[in-house]
């Protein structure tokens, strides 16, 4: 019989675990915008169709909250991964509205590597709440997690560097993609460093609870 360092209900964890199906699911689609920038207007209502499935869960998740009495972990945990990874699937429906109403011809490699990257962070999130609740560490989780974030700096800074390497003659169309590129960016690394904050929030949880 395996052993559980929490209450079996209420079942905040299930509902974190679907929670983040919604997250993995919406950064496979946003993966396959970027790579295929030209003919994104459907899978951008995906993603506008997975957000909004998540935000149901988000609420069920705040409404257990607060009828529940005694919770399995600290209440202030609970609000703060269900408020994080709130936060990343609005992020990530931000970067593909953003791509699909800017209609680029194609995206930048640093930008395509850092929504890969993010995918790959959210689904080991996901690895991370399937062991919250038991006796797993989290640690190797949580490095890959930082690595691939240490990559998107990396790749966040290459990636403004070209956008703003533009000559003296360039002119206004130019700098109008300056700016729609700063905005992609942003949101991307937003993304990112929610998806990082939310992966120490977990591990704080798991150690705090051993």
């Not at 929490?6 to 396959?32: G, H, M, Y």
């Not at 899978?43 to 399995?72: W, Y």
């Not at 690895?127 to 038991?134: E, N, P, R, T, Y």
């Not at 956008?163 to 949101?187: F, G, M, T």
Request: glycine letters at 6%; charged letters at 25%.
């Amino acid at each position: 019989m395996s052993f559980s360092l929490f209450p079996k209900s209420p079942k905040f964890f299930d509902l974190f675990r679907e929670q983040n199906r919604t997250i993995v699911q919406a950064a496979t689609v946003l993966e396959k915008i970027v790579q295929e920038a030209g003919d994104c207007e459907e899978r951008c209502q995906t993603v506008n169709m997975i957000e909004a499935e998540g935000d149901v869960i988000t609420r069920k998740i705040t409404h257990q909250l607060s009828t529940t009495f005694i919770t399995p972990i600290d209440r202030e945990d609970i609000h703060e991964i269900n408020v994080s990874q709130e936060a990343i699937l609005n992020y990530i429906q931000a970067i593909s509205a953003r791509i699909g109403v800017y209609g680029f011809a194609r995206v930048r490699f640093p930008a395509r590597r850092m929504v890969s990257n993010l995918r790959m962070m959210v689904t080991e999130i996901g690895a991370m709440l399937a062991k919250l609740g038991g006796k797993e560490e989290v640690e190797l989780n949580v490095r890959r997690v930082k690595e691939l974030k240490g990559e998107c700096e990396m790749l966040l800074l290459s990636g403004l560097a070209e956008i703003y390497d533009v000559s003296a003659k360039d002119n206004c169309a130019n700098i109008l993609e300056i700016i729609k590129w700063n905005q992609v960016y942003d949101r991307i690394d937003k993304a990112v460093a929610r998806s990082w904050g939310l992966a120490k929030t977990i591990e704080g949880i798991v150690l705090k609870n051993a």
